[in-house]
T-cell receptor
């Protein structure tokens, strides 16, 4: 079963508006990552936040992490039509030594209308 | 530049045939992963490897196998293809605690 679950499943906004996507997970994690996927392509990493961090920024992206609630949010500010894509959260868990696994949610489909 | 490549990009096969999907990375990553992506399910982990000669089952491993004879390659084999294995397959690699690098996927259709 999925470790992370995104909400909403789909989001449609106008260009210039902000987009917020949420992710909830079930077990303790070492880090949480957000990825973007354009139609027909592989996933591209956006931002990684470690379990001891609460907020990270990268350009127009802002990610928060609340480990007590086991949840994260991704905020895209001043959205553009080119931001139209699916966005996935993934929870990273170290299982000892150099062993490491990422588990993905089902994703949020973001549509930014011009 | 380092990269991760999958081949073929598209494959059509018949039920019961053995199929192998290739994944090759030049990042020198020890950790490699195979996921399948289906509508309504997101990405699900099939198999993964933490190094040469190491392989592990993911959450949807039935009907699939992998082998790791070197650092660069993790081929995924469908022993006897079934229609339920029609999907898009992604290979990924990465270091401990770091982002994964993904290939562009293989779209497999089993008829």
């Amino acid at each position: 079963s999925q470790q992370g679950e995104e909400d909403p499943q789909a989001l449609s906004i106008q260009e210039g508006e902000n987009a917020t996507m949420n992710c909830s997970y079930k077990t303790s994690i070492n880090n949480l990552q957000w990825y973007r996927q354009n139609s027909g392509r592989g996933l591209v990493h956006l931002i990684l936040i470690r379990s001891n961090e609460r907020e990270k920024h990268s350009g127009r992206l802002r990610v928060t992490l609340d480990t007590s609630k086991k949840s994260s949010s991704l905020l895209i500010t001043a959205s553009r039509a080119a931001d139209t894509a699916s966005y996935f959260c993934a929870t990273g868990i170290n299982s000892g030594g150099s062993n490491y696994k990422l588990t993905f949610g089902k994703g949020t489909l973001l549509t930014v209308n011009p | 530049d380092a990269e991760i490549t999958q081949s073929p990009r598209h494959k059509i096969t018949e039920t019961g045939r053995q199929v192998t999907l290739a994944c090759h990375q030049t990042w020198n990553h020890n950790n490699m992963f195979w996921y399948r992506q289906d509508l309504g399910h997101g990405l699900r982990l099939i198999h993964y490897s933490y190094g040469v000669q190491d392989t592990n089952k993911g959450e949807v491993s039935d009907g699939y196998s992998v082998s790791r004879s070197n650092t660069e390659d993790l081929p995924l084999t469908l022993e006897s293809a079934a229609s339920s294995q029609t999907s898009v397959y992604f290979c990924a690699s990465g270091h401990l605690g770091s982002p994964l690098h993904f290939g562009n996927g293989t779209r497999l259709t089993v008829t």
